[in-house]
């Protein structure tokens, strides 16, 4: 069993950042890729970023390319989505997932 938790959510301006952070519980954690989605109201998820297992290969949706960057602490069993240049458009529950396992979710929303 895997259990995910998200946190760094919050309320920013359009233009500002905010880090997101997902730790995972177990000790799988350092041998496999894990990825950020988000679900936008009344929109189907969508995929953000994915990170292999040591963080030296990562992919971006088209939408958050140039802005996002993830990266991994496998010693915290942590993986962060660092969001600059924030748009309202990227207002969204934003969700860690390893191995299928899904985490609740830390809102994200950006004003204009």
């Known amino acids: 069993q895997v259990q995910l938790v998200e946190s760094g959510g919050g309320l920013v301006q359009a233009g500002e950042s905010l880090r997101l952070s997902c730790t995972a519980s177990?000790?799988?954690?350092?041998?496999?890729?894990m990825g950020w989605s988000r679900q936008a109201p009344g929109k189907e998820r969508e995929f953000v970023a994915s990170?292999?297992?040591?963080?030296?290969?990562?992919i971006y949706a088209s939408a958050v390319k140039g802005r996002f960057t993830i990266s991994r602490d496998n010693a915290k069993n942590t993986v962060y989505l660092q969001m600059n240049s924030l748009k309202p458009e990227d207002t969204a529950v934003y969700v860690c997932?390893?191995?299928?396992?899904w985490g609740q979710g830390t809102q994200v929303t950006v004003s204009s």
């Open positions: 997932n390893l191995l299928g396992f």
């Open positions: 990170i292999n297992y040591n963080g030296m290969s990562t």
């Open positions: 177990g000790r799988t954690f350092s041998r496999f890729g």
